[in-house]
């Protein structure tokens, strides 16, 4: 599994074709020329950007829901809608589709950031506003997400 590490802020030109950051290049060195696959996500308006190699990690697990359920078909169908394969060009940049970018209000400046294994691509604005309106007590939340999590414990 790879863990990537960081948060860059970007470009994307009026074409939609955005850098990605040298540092997440050296993360993926050994995994670009496999290629990403973009999608929507599923929680926020930004967009998703997996090493075809995670993409194929999680397309193992969707392969084991039963698509004559049909509320497994209807997420599938829901999961996988707009997903587009994406591939650096010889300058390290890669095309974010025209839907992609509407879905995620892109214009131009923009933010990558890791989300342990995919990268989030977001609108620079809307990810600051996102940011903002977390209203939350993060000492809280982190207490509740990682609280009970044996950190002694070998894996």
Excluded at 78 to 94: M, N, P, S, W, Y
């Amino acid at each position: 599994m790879i863990n990537l590490i960081g948060k860059y802020d970007c470009t994307a030109d009026a074409k939609g074709r955005v850098m990605l950051p040298a540092a997440f290049k050296k993360q993926l060195a050994n995994v670009l020329s496999d290629g990403f696959v973009i999608k929507q996500s599923v929680f926020d308006k930004c967009l998703e950007l997996y090493p075809m190699q995670e993409w194929k990690n999680v397309e193992k697990k969707i392969s084991k829901l039963n698509p004559f359920v049909k509320k497994n078909k209807l997420w599938i169908r829901k999961f996988k809608d707009g997903i587009k394969l994406v591939e650096l060009d010889d300058a390290g940049r890669f095309l974010i589709p025209k839907d992609l970018l509407g879905y995620a209000s892109i214009t131009k400046d923009i933010v990558m950031l890791s989300s342990s294994n995919v990268i989030e691509i977001w609108d620079k604005a809307a990810y600051e506003k996102a940011m903002q309106e977390a209203d939350v007590d993060f000492e809280s939340l982190t207490e509740d997400v990682m609280g009970d999590i044996d950190f002694s414990a070998d894996e």
